[in-house]
Structure formats: structure tokens, C-alpha cells
T-cell receptor
Framework: DADVTQTPRNRITKTGKRIMLECSQT?????MYWYRQDPGLGLRLIYY???????NKGEISDGYSVSRQAQAKFSLSLESAIPNQTALYFC???????????????FGAGSRLTVL | DAKTTQPNSMESNEEEPVHLPCNHS???????IHWYRQLPSQGPEYVIH???SNVNNRMASLAIAEDRKSSTLILHRATLRDAAVYYC?????????????FGTGTRLTIIP
């Protein structure tokens, strides 16, 4: 099994629908992240969480919300999906314990979302 | 935030060394240099990171300029499996990973 599992891997939905992307990890890491990837734009940080009680906005959080249900689970929600949220979404984790501050991210395989 | 500049694409022959450059002229003293790569249809994966000294691991080597304004990822013997987009990223050690900003990277093509 993968260390970081994202579901669904592919989803097609319509404008205005509520969508949830789920992420679970078996690495025992405290930190979890949601990124969005668009062609030609690299990856952009949406939200991140350092532990179950900690949620922080990234650079593009508008239109998204998250829930950290447990150390191992971090969900991303689109309350009312719109076409420009069509993208590839990645979940990532890190242990956040490196004394050097240079922590390593482990990414999931991605969830491709299409909003019609 | 400090940014990085990479060539959009590079080609290399199989079984030859590959040198992927990255410029980061506005790097601060607490910024680490990270490299990740993204294989087709996969999430990014960690390759290597460093602060001031050159670094080696099983995947690659990282050569950091003395003034830290540039760095080079070295794949010693490229294989077809190394074809990917390579991202050079700076992270502020005062903040941890949340400051990781991925640019568009360098798309590496390996020629058989």
C-alpha cells in the first residue's frame, strides 16, 4: 500500500456541486498539505496542517476548506465547485521533526478533478 | 519569498551525466535548496536537499555555488526512468515546509 493514499483518483463533477477529496497516510507524520497543480503553473499550496488542531491557509485557499479528522487523515472540500477549480490535486505529508528545518515531503499520486 | 529560475527543458543521452542548473540569486542565509522530481502521472518525489555544502545520495548529487546563488543537480548516469520534471525549491528553515513553492521546473528528456 502507498504511504499517502488519495481518493478518488479521478472525478468529474458539475458546477455548484460539493466535492470532497480525501487523503490518508501511514507514515505517522504530523504535517499534511494540499497542493493544486495546473499546467504551466507548477504546484501551489492550498492548505496545510501541523497537527489535528492546527489548520493554516496557503497561497490559494479561497473556495476550499479542509478537515483534519485524525493524524492520518486530511480532507479537502470544494463547497461549490467551479470550472476553474479543474486541476490535479496532491496531498503531501512530512514529519516536521528535522532539527535542520529541511523536512522532506512525501506526496500522494494525485486526484484529477474536472468541473464541467 | 526567494524564487528560483530553471530552464524549461533539457535533453540528455542515456547513460551520460546530466547537470540541471538552478539560479536563486535572492536566496537568504536560512534557505535550504531542495530538489524534487515528478515522473509522468505521479506525484512529486524528493531527490535531495542542501544548505551550503555539496551533498550526495543514492539518487543524485547537489553542487551548491560558494555564494549560494546557484546550484546544480547532477544525475551521474541518466536512465530512461529519469525522464521527469525536476523542481528546484527554496525553503526557509525558520518556517519549515509550508514555505515550499514549486515553480514550473525543468522537463528532462532522456534520449535512448
Amino acid at each position: 500500500d502507498a504511504d499517502v493514499t488519495q481518493t478518488p483518483r479521478n472525478r468529474i463533477t458539475k458546477t455548484g456541486k460539493r466535492i470532497m477529496l480525501e487523503c490518508s497516510q501511514t507514515k505517522g507524520h504530523d504535517r499534511m498539505y494540499w497542493y493544486r497543480q495546473d499546467p504551466g503553473l507548477g504546484l501551489r499550496l492550498i492548505y496545510y496542517s501541523f497537527d489535528v488542531k492546527d489548520i493554516n491557509k496557503g497561497e490559494i485557499s479561497d473556495g476550499y476548506s479542509v478537515s483534519r479528522q485524525a493524524q492520518a487523515k486530511f480532507s479537502l472540500s470544494l463547497e461549490s465547485a467551479i470550472p476553474n477549480q479543474t486541476a490535479l490535486y496532491f496531498c503531501a505529508t512530512s514529519d516536521g521533526t528535522s532539527s535542520s528545518g529541511a523536512n522532506v515531503l512525501t506526496f500522494g499520486a494525485g486526484s484529477r478533478l474536472t468541473v464541467l | 519569498d526567494a524564487k528560483t529560475t530553471q530552464p524549461n527543458s533539457m535533453e540528455s543521452n542515456e547513460e551520460e551525466p546530466v547537470h540541471l542548473p538552478c539560479n536563486h540569486s535572492t536566496i537568504s542565509g536560512t534557505d535550504y535548496i531542495h530538489w524534487y522530481r515528478q515522473l509522468p502521472s505521479q506525484g512529486p518525489e524528493y531527490v535531495i536537499h542542501g544548505l551550503t555544502s555539496n551533498v550526495n545520495n543514492r539518487m543524485a548529487s547537489l553542487a551548491i555555488a560558494e555564494d549560494r546563488k546557484s546550484s546544480t543537480l547532477i544525475l551521474h548516469r541518466a536512465t530512461l526512468r529519469d525522464a521527469a520534471v525536476y523542481y528546484c525549491i527554496l525553503s526557509d528553515s525558520n518556517f519549515g515546509n509550508e514555505k515550499l513553492t514549486f515553480g514550473t521546473g525543468t522537463r528532462l528528456t532522456i534520449i535512448p
